[in-house]
């Protein structure tokens, strides 16, 4: 699974929106870019997923760029909730593009909401 | 809405002694996990289950681990002989394929 950088931490005010970046620039065609997110010590959260268009659910959004080379995950109104380690993970797709294989976890971005 | 569930949340063993750590993972997922996080470092994966049988695993899970799925329901986690550096969150996860659902997790403090 290709490398992923995402800065060590980011700090937004509650209300606006936080927009994480993340960079896997050895992506390769059937590699999709999943983030998940850890609070304080609970299990990883499933947040989202795509492959090379922007993705929305309800909880986020995910913006690829054309080169797919990097990722930027949007909280749009951030509340204090929102506090966690955020993981941007690459991972290969299997036949018909479903992903069965294990996450690769890194550092994360430590996003910390004020009020 | 369906999760898995992790029993105990909090286990305290002696060095040397067996643990078995147990998991309920989401009904209808096919596809089953362990990964643990020694306090303050990364989420490692241990290892992934299918089919009753083990498709992939670190070089962490070595002949100490072993997982098993003893019925429809649970999928456990077996240590034979903990040592010290155990001591971690074990994090069981299941999967329809993509998205992975994590369980709460069990502390494991080996003394």
């Known amino acids: 699974d290709a490398k992923t950088t995402q800065p060590p931490s980011m700090d937004c005010a509650e209300g606006r929106a936080a927009n994480l970046p993340c960079n896997h620039s050895?992506?390769?065609?059937?590699?999709?870019v999943y983030w998940y997110r850890q609070i304080h010590s609970q299990g990883p959260q499933y947040i989202i997923h795509g492959l090379k268009n922007n993705e929305t659910n309800e909880m986020a959004s995910l913006i690829i760029t054309e080169d797919r080379k990097s990722s930027t995950l949007i909280l749009p109104h951030a509340t204090l909730r929102d506090t966690a380690v955020y993981y941007c993970?690459?991972?290969?797709?299997?036949?018909?593009?479903?992903?069965?294989?294990?996450?690769?976890f890194g550092q994360g971005t430590i996003l910390t909401v004020h009020p | 809405e369906p999760e898995v569930t992790q029993t105990p949340s909090h286990q305290v063993t002696q060095m040397g002694q067996e643990v078995i750590l147990r998991c309920v993972p989401i009904?209808?997922?096919?596809?089953f996990y362990w990964y643990r996080q020694i306090l303050g470092q990364k989420v490692e994966f241990l290892v992934s289950f299918y089919n009753n049988e083990i498709s992939e695993k670190s070089e962490i899970f070595d002949d100490q681990f072993s997982v098993e799925r003893p019925d429809g329901s649970n999928f456990t986690l077996k240590i034979r002989s903990t040592k010290l550096e155990d001591s971690a969150m074990y994090f069981c996860?299941?999967?329809?394929?993509?998205?992975?659902?994590f369980g709460p997790g069990t502390r494991l403090t080996v003394t």
């Open positions: 993970i690459v991972r290969v797709a299997g036949a018909g593009g479903t992903s069965y294989g294990k996450l690769t």
């Open positions: 050895t992506i390769s065609g059937n590699e999709y």
């Open positions: 996860a299941s999967s329809r394929g993509n998205e992975q659902y």
């Open positions: 009904s209808n997922h096919l596809y």
